[in-house]
């Protein structure tokens, strides 16, 4: 009687397996990071990125630059809140109070969102 013998094929030693390498992870100076609006855990991103996701909650979070937002302190905790340029008020996060904006709600002048000195009035005695 005749055995057939299967040869089966087995897998290459470790050091003859390709490597596969993961990319770096971005610099630290290429990382932007912002409080989730619902669950209040540090979310980091990618800059120029408009809406990020709470992996925690599923939130979807509304990123605004530096030069949209207006910050204020909360009329009762004292939290530093930050809201969109033109909104009337804003809820805070930590004890549900509505602080209305008011004075606060102008957006600086373009020279200072920029970083450069606000020129001197030409007036005329």
């Known amino acids: 009687m005749e055995t057939k013998v299967q040869q089966v094929d087995e897998a290459p030693p470790p050091e003859a397996q390709p490597i596969v390498s993961q990319p770096p992870p971005p610099p630290l100076s290429e990382i932007a990071q912002m409080v989730c609006g619902s669950c ?61 904006v008011r004075d606060h709600n102008m957006r600086p002048p373009w020279s200072v969102q920029q970083g450069q000195p606000t020129p001197p009035s030409n007036s005329v005695h």
């Open 40 to 100: 209040r855990r540090l979310l980091t991103y990618p800059p120029g990125a408009k809406h990020v996701q709470c992996s925690c909650c599923q939130t979807v979070n509304f990123v605004l630059e530096a030069h949209q937002v207006g910050q204020v302190k909360c009329g009762s905790c004292t939290t530093l809140l930050m809201y969109p340029y033109g909104a009337l008020s804003v809820r805070c996060s930590s004890c549900s109070f509505v602080t209305e």
